[in-house]
């Protein structure tokens, strides 16, 4: 499913667009402690992304990961070609349909490479690090990365990405 993280983003993010209808698809693959799995993961988002691209081309789409569901979302963004198990890249004009993304917990903000500083992505991204979560920053609170929901980010992230779509 969409996990704790997920699901709260999501069910905030419901509340601040209207009327409008809001769908979610949870990521089938293998979560683990190994995060090359992340390509299973990026392989399946991809695919989702590119089916709503051509078969519902006018839904504004939102792509969104916690943790190692983040690594996820770092796969398809950045890497436009196969490489390391990813084999399904998103096509060029896949930035026509995606209207934010919203993660949390993201691996790669810890080598200082968020989301938020691509070019492509930047604008549109909102990469959010609890205050001591080891993952995705140099501080050393194992709770502080299962604490994203108390914290109101989820809620932050919500209000970034309905402002987006």
């Known amino acids: 499913g969409l996990g704790r993280v997920g699901g709260a983003f999501v069910d905030s993010l419901r509340g ?4 409008r209808s809001v769908n979610a698809y949870a990521v089938n693959y293998p979560a ?3 995060f090359l799995q992340a390509a299973g993961g ?4 991809s695919r989702q992304v590119q089916f709503m691209m051509a078969n519902c081309p006018g839904t504004r789409l939102v792509l969104g ?12 963004a950045a890497v436009p070609f196969p490489a390391v198990g990813f084999n399904n890249p ?3 004009n896949a930035p026509d349909f995606i209207a934010a993304i919203a993660v949390f917990g993201n691996p790669t903000a810890k080598v200082g490479l968020p989301l938020t500083v691509s070019p492509i992505w930047g604008s549109r991204s909102i990469d959010l690090c609890n ?4 993952i995705c920053s140099d501080g050393d609170s194992i ?6 929901v108390n914290t109101g ?7 970034f990405v309905a402002a987006r779509v």
């Open 32 to 34: 683990s402690f190994d």
């Open 65 to 76: 990961g916690y943790s190692q569901g983040a690594a996820v979302i770092d796969v398809i």
């Open 16 to 19: 601040k667009v209207g009327g």
């Open 153 to 159: 980010l989820t809620n932050q992230a919500a209000s």
């Open 143 to 148: 709770p502080a990365h299962s604490n994203y």
């Open 131 to 134: 205050a001591g979560d080891p």
């Open 42 to 45: 990026a392989n399946d988002a």
């Open 90 to 92: 998103l096509p060029p």
